[in-house]
């Protein structure tokens, strides 16, 4: 019994722990929340959720509820923190998530491969990463279009940010930067801005509720080619976001550091992962 409830715990602690960073990962810039989602195998959980919830609520109710808390904690309370972060050095706050990412990438390799390898599988990474690193290349360092924060290009961003939750690697705050509406969700956010999010939540809803069943069927359908296709949307979306640019060496050294903190969550994270797996056999 004392096994069985310290397994319970262990699992309500780590799925808590990930609600926070794929919420903070939705609205940090270059990063993904349905990557980490993937990265953290919550992300079939959470699509099986969506699609089919009457068979799917008696299965994963448990993880449910410390997910939502968690994911609820990390995008509105990081918005703010997010945005002072970013003030104060933008380079080393995504050297932090960089870490993260990095860390995890191990794990995600060998999920992508549980059902083998084909040559469409590899076909799928390298057609993805390129894909994606040179459209996020091209929307933050050619595309040059900016948008007034109104009704409909809130709505717009709360459609990216379900975009970035149910297709996995899809940067949609990098997105919004680009478009110049970062900061104004980020300020709305913080401050639990009710028009903001009336125009914000519904669009990110529908999106997800619309694409859930389309991304479900390709996993169940080609899940060694969509999960290697992800792989490859991880590496080129991480790699879009490395700075190239610091106001110096202390900043270089605490995007150094900062990265060492993300990479060293990861496997903390990983660790408690197994050790959950290891009390529920």
């Known amino acids: 019994m004392k096994k069985e409830n310290g397994g319970f715990s262990l699992r309500c602690l780590r ?3 990930c609600g926070v960073l794929i919420g903070a990962g939705a609205i940090l810039p270059g990063v993904s929340g349905g990557v980490l989602a993937v990265i953290f195998d919550l992300y079939r959980p959470f699509m099986e959720l969506l699609t ?3 068979r799917a609520l008696p299965k994963y109710w448990r993880l449910l509820i410390p997910l939502g808390l968690g994911w609820a904690a990390g995008f509105f309370s990081f918005a703010k923190g997010v945005s002072a972060a970013l003030d104060v050095s933008a380079a ?8 993260l990412i990095v860390g995890t990438l191990p794990a995600l390799y060998r999920e992508a491969g549980e059902q083998g390898r084909t040559r469409a599988s590899y076909v799928s990474l390298l057609a ?14 050619v595309l040059s279009v900016h948008l007034q924060p109104d009704f409909w290009s809130m709505s717009l961003s709360g ?5 970035g939750i149910v297709v996995p690697g899809l940067a949609t705050s990098s997105v919004l930067m680009a478009l110049d509406l970062y900061q104004p969700v980020m300020d709305g956010l913080s401050t639990l801005n009710a028009p903001l999010l009336a125009s914000i939540l519904p669009g990110m809803a529908l999106t997800m509720a619309l694409l859930a069943r389309l991304m479900n069927w390709v996993f169940q359908k080609h899940y060694s080619v ?4 992800i792989l490859g949307v991880v590496a080129a979306s991480t790699l879009v976001i490395v700075p190239t640019e610091y106001a110096g060496a202390g900043e270089a050294a605490a995007s150094a550091v900062c990265a060492g903190i993300g990479f060293a969550l990861a496997f903390f994270l990983g660790k408690l992962d197994r050790r959950t797996r290891s009390a529920q056999r």
Do not use: E, N
């Open 226 to 229: 969509a999960s290697h296709g």
């Open 92 to 99: 080393a706050t995504t050297w932090a998530f960089i870490g």
């Open 128 to 141: 993805c990463a390129g894909a994606v690193f040179g459209g996020l290349f091209y929307v933050s360092r």
């Open 52 to 54: 089919h919830p009457k």
């Open 159 to 163: 459609a990216l940010f379900g975009l």
């Open 15 to 17: 799925d808590f722990l």
